[in-house]
């Protein structure tokens, strides 16, 4: 595990922090050092709350449903093979919803993009939105209900 994640951020960058469960392969006294090592804080959700991590949940039950559960694996560099392939389908070629529809490797672009692009400095002292506007077209127009 601490490999693939030194692996991860060689090619990705250094997160912020790093989320997960509780398993034992991510709360070893080897992921420990490894998080102290590379300065990166590590939060474990809560025991029974797999929602508060709930993106990598969906990975993981697509994952399961579209791979694991789909495939007899012969032996581990068969295994490492038909993984990576998946994998780089499912970053590469595959959109997501949750992404406005574009792949993975599409949208980390435009986050390179938009990282890279100059920023205008605002002199105003006006507050800037905190959220972004509702999309044109939805009722923001809340009617109280009345209880009884």
């Not at 922090?17 to 804080?41: F, P």
């Not at 399961?64 to 012969?74: A, P, S």
């Not at 002199?123 to 999309?135: D, K, L, V």
Request: hydrophobic fraction near 40%.
């Amino acid at each position: 595990m601490a490999r693939e994640l030194t692996a991860l951020i060689e090619r990705r960058g250094k997160p912020g922090m790093i989320v997960s469960d509780n398993g034992t392969e991510l709360s070893s006294n080897a992921i420990l050092r490894w998080c102290s090592e590379h300065r990166i804080e590590w939060h474990y959700i809560a025991p029974g709350k797999p929602m508060q991590n709930g993106f990598v949940e969906s990975f993981n039950g697509r994952m399961r449903d579209e791979l694991l559960n789909e495939t007899m694996f012969r032996n581990l560099a068969h295994a490492r093979v038909v993984i990576a392939a998946w994998a780089d389908d499912y970053n590469t070629e595959r959109p997501h919803s949750a992404l406005d529809y574009q792949t993975p490797a599409d949208y980390a672009l435009t986050l390179t993009a938009a990282i890279a692009r100059p920023v205008a400095r605002d002199e105003s002292s006006a507050r800037r939105a905190i959220a972004q506007p509702a999309p044109i077209g939805v009722n923001t127009n809340r009617t109280p209900v009345a209880a009884g």
